[in-house]
Nanobody
Framework: QVELVESGGGLVQAGGSLRLSCAASGRTLSSYAMGWFRQAPGKQREFVAGTHWSGGSVYVADYAGSLRGRATISRDNAKNTLYLQMNNLKPDDTAVYYC??????????????????WGQGTQVTVSS
């Protein structure tokens, strides 16, 4: 059974930065697509960023418009860990951030039931 555990969330002022981590256990996820989603109060869960294997040692990153240019997704397969570095955070970025893993590429089309594995989420709060 795969378990994803997020960490790194917290309270930050607008303009600040946070680095989220997602540690996976249970199996090696190097061939899996992994990504970050977020859900703000009263809103649907939305795709933030994803990374998928494209062959050899190459991984491709994709970003949603909301954080493009302000976030960097990366993965350390040796540690089975996914990261999301977020900079210049805005109050609209306030949400619970979830880590996800699936054999198929993740994106805005991914729904809760589509994705094989989800973490429990980590709260990110950006104050103005």
């Amino acid at each position: 059974q795969v378990e994803l555990v997020e960490s790194g969330g917290g309270l930050v002022q607008a303009g600040g930065s946070l680095r989220l981590s997602c540690a996976a256990s249970g199996r090696t996820l190097s061939s899996y697509a992994m990504g970050w989603f977020r859900q703000a109060p009263g809103k649907q869960r939305e795709f933030v960023a994803g990374t998928h294997w494209s062959g050899g040692s190459v991984y491709v990153a994709d970003y949603a418009g909301s954080l493009r240019g302000r976030a960097t997704i990366s993965r350390d397969n040796a540690k089975n860990t996914l990261y999301l570095q977020m900079n210049n955070l805005k109050p609209d970025d306030t949400a619970v951030y979830y880590c996800a893993a699936d054999p198929a590429k993740l994106g805005a089309w991914s729904t809760l039931n589509d994705v094989d594995y989800w973490g429990q989420g980590t709260q990110v709060t950006v104050s103005s």
